[in-house]
Nanobody, 121 residues
């Protein structure tokens, strides 16, 4: 499974942005798709996950109510809609695919390159 994330950029606090992650290869083998982020000098952290078959979602506490993860299986694409962005959301955002049931851990099997988001105050 190959993953390509895009959609990052420079926005102002309070703005909205949508990230996309396009998967290719054996996409049907992916069980869970997730978004993670890594700010400079910090460890990679979980943001959101979605179960590919059922659409069930799971979020980190810090983004609940602001971010929404969704998927379009026909397009092999996972989205992360981010509303009410804050400067602390600034990070490189990564999408990942897990072949087994994973949520908030980093034990995903495939990772894409990050897309940078900068939120100015």
């Amino acid at each position: 499974v190959q993953l390509q994330a895009f959609g990052g950029g420079l926005v102002q606090a309070g703005d909205s942005l949508r990230l996309s992650c396009v998967a290719s290869g054996r996409t049907s083998s992916a069980y869970v798709m997730g978004w993670f982020r890594q700010a400079p000098g910090k460890e990679r952290e979980f943001v959101a996950a979605i179960r590919r078959s059922t659409g069930s979602t799971y979020y980190a506490e810090g983004v609940k109510g602001r971010f929404t993860i969704s998927r379009d299986n026909a397009k092999n694409t996972v989205y992360l809609q981010m509303n009410g962005l804050k400067p602390e959301d600034t990070a490189a955002y990564y999408c990942a695919a897990a072949l087994t049931y994973q949520l908030a851990t980093t034990n995903y099997d495939y990772w894409g390159h990050g897309t940078e988001l900068t939120v100015s105050s």
